[in-house]
């Protein structure tokens, strides 16, 4: 087993990682808790609900509730039904909510955590490689039709476990959409990390070293950022890096078509390009499309237009004043925040659209 | 005018108390905002919104919202227009959120402004003396048809300002509501306060001096309690006197039929009674009841089982595994937290509610 302290303003916490950890889960809840209420998904529960639920109810009360699978569960109808089955379930202050899922599940349950009753511990069992990124930094949130993440908090659990054998049970597409965030957490840092991740074939090939390697490199790069900028006022939004196009396209497609780290996956080779024109300079652009087509990442997109794409790039939380602002690259790990000038945005996302849409 | 700062574990904040601050608002708002966007109620906004607005315009970009006066507005609905109206307006992280209006505005506003986009910054403008209370202390929430407050977070404001002029033109009936918590704060503190308090007559003899020398001294009260205990984990609970059974009859006979302080100042009497009844002392409790009487509190109560009372009770957030738990005094200015044994208390209830009912 590996542990990470991660540092925020309120308390530290653990993110542990090993084998089997969802067999040993008591040892990770301090011992004030009497009440634990487990939020899990459609595809999550079947396969992990009864062994977290068999391990806890010797020693706890123990509650659950199941929710659709899929980002479409973040909305605010389905966070206020989680609300009722809470009280309705009589946890009080006291008691502790475990996230057993992915991202998704982590957001929702920690938006839940972090407003019932004005605030109750949470656990994270992350059961992605996407939630490698999600379920270290505090951040919780549902969406708005507007957009991802428009309601939220900032909200550290009190502590991440991470149980690598549920790792082998997600789809391809989702390992997939968790490698694009790795990634991401390789460009923003320094050159050798990328080039680990450059080597690595995704599928049967990737055995258990090597995604704890690189989640344990990735956290790493997430944990040192946000412990410098837990409320994202600076260098936090450099992790937004391939976001901006990123979050624009999973919200016109409607969330599910690409999964978060495929659309990210895009919005970074748009964001490599920009920055390649913006200063000169020659990044992996190519090597990372090369990765992306060998790792099958989906590169085709339907026809959107570009005005489309940028009135919604307007809304990102990063944007202030009607004005896009994007993660850029001035070289292989050294993110920047740069304004962009709307004109010239604009032709080279339709130069960039043009492309990804004749493919 | 005069100043109280309060401390919190993320930023102290200033309570400024006097008359025609509402025309002064620019120099309580930091200039990093740019664009501001207004809440209040259809009560308030009538009478002091333009002033507002008139002040702010030259310097911010402005917006704002009104929503139906009562504690009715401070539901799940509502909560989820207001934020579609904040993102509509383009209000982005760096705007500020201004609460015009009295506890449910603060409540609502502060906890759309815990929750839009992870938090931004927000201002209390009360407008009623409840609201001394409310405003500080950073407690925000909106209802669940369950219970009051049982969605929220703690999210301390960036300012409190204060127009006693506002208060001028709040109901009787909203007069009695915040004299009730003043009168909470003074006998949970100390004996002096109280007597203060005890010969303060309601209605047109009220004046400035003696409003502002209850508010500043109550909000004194307030704020050296959530200052030791923010989170409410111990002695901030103390607070709570009065409103185990207050909330409880608030919720079964509906919002809007008592006002909060009215079914708070039943709550004490209680209180009281119980604290004279487990702790064999003397207490003020004739001396209250005569001041509620002179003041024209309600006091006569429809007829509810004590076991539906009971079971409101049960749920308040303070409560822990299926007990009901009190604030009571040992003797005036000395709370402390009982646990409930469950006969008595519904015995000792139903005499109370027998008084308050045939009265």
């Known amino acids: 087993m590996e542990t990470i302290?991660?540092?925020?303003?309120?308390h530290d916490?653990?993110?542990?990682?090993?084998?089997?950890?969802?067999?040993?889960l008591k040892t990770f809840i301090p011992n004030t808790h009497?009440?634990?209420?487990?939020?899990?998904?459609?595809?999550?529960?079947?396969l992990y609900l009864d062994d977290v639920i068999n391990h806890l109810s010797s020693t706890y009360k123990v509650s659950y509730t199941?929710?659709?699978a899929g980002e479409g569960s973040k909305n605010s109808r389905l966070y206020f039904d989680v609300m009722t089955e809470l009280i309705d379930s009589g946890l009080d202050r006291h008691g502790l909510i475990i996230a057993l899922g992915g991202g998704m599940i982590g957001d929702l349950a920690g938006f839940v955590a972090a407003t019932y009753m004005r605030g109750v511990d949470f656990l994270q069992m992350p059961t992605t490689i996407l939630a490698h990124d999600s379920s270290v930094?505090?951040?919780?949130?549902?969406?708005?039709?507007?957009?991802?993440?428009?309601?939220?908090?900032?909200?550290?659990?009190?502590?991440?476990?991470?149980?690598?054998?549920?790792?082998?049970?997600?789809?391809f597409t989702e390992i997939r959409s968790g490698y694009a965030e790795i990634a991401k957490h390789s460009m923003i840092h320094h050159p050798p990390f990328w080039n680990t991740i450059q080597s690595v074939q995704l599928g049967e090939q990737l055995n258990d070293e090597a995604l704890m390697r690189d989640l344990l490199?990735?956290?790493?790069?997430?944990?040192?950022?946000?412990?410098?900028?837990?409320?994202?006022?600076?260098?936090?939004?450099?992790?937004?890096?391939?976001?901006?196009?990123?979050?624009?396209?999973?919200?016109?497609?409607?969330?599910?078509?690409?999964?978060h780290g495929e659309a990210v996956a895009i919005g970074m080779l748009f964001a490599l390009e920009v920055s390649e024109k913006t200063f000169q300079v020659d990044l992996p652009r190519t090597a990372f499309f090369q990765w992306l087509e060998r790792n099958n990442y989906p590169l085709?997109?339907?026809?959107?237009?570009?005005?489309?794409?940028?009135?919604?790039?307007?809304?990102?939380?990063?944007?202030?004043?009607?004005?896009?602002?994007m993660?850029?690259?001035?070289?292989?790990?050294?993110?920047?925040?740069?304004?962009?000038?709307?004109p010239r945005l604009s032709q080279w996302l339709d130069e960039f659209m043009r492309k990804m849409v004749i493919r």
Do not use: C, W
């Open 5 to 10: 302290t991660i540092k925020t303003s309120t």
């Open 13 to 24: 916490y653990d993110v542990s990682i090993g084998k089997g950890l969802r067999f040993q």
């Open 34 to 46: 009497s009440h634990v209420y487990i939020i899990s998904d459609s595809n999550v529960a079947p």
């Open 66 to 68: 199941i929710v659709p």
């Open 137 to 171: 930094g505090g951040k919780v949130a549902i969406n708005h039709p507007a957009g991802k993440n428009l309601i939220g908090a900032f909200y550290p659990p009190v502590a991440v476990v991470y149980d690598v054998d549920t790792l082998h049970t997600i789809p």
């Open 217 to 259: 490199q990735g956290i790493r790069v997430k944990a040192n950022i946000v412990e410098l900028d837990e409320k994202e006022s600076n260098i936090r939004q450099f992790l937004n890096f391939g976001h901006t196009l990123g979050h624009a396209l999973e919200a016109e497609l409607g969330y599910g078509v690409l999964t």
């Open 300 to 325: 085709s997109l339907p026809k959107i237009t570009t005005q489309t794409l940028i009135n919604r790039m307007k809304r990102d939380k990063k944007s202030k004043n009607d004005t896009v602002t």
């Open 327 to 342: 993660v850029l690259l001035e070289e292989l790990g050294k993110p920047v925040m740069v304004d962009m000038d709307e």
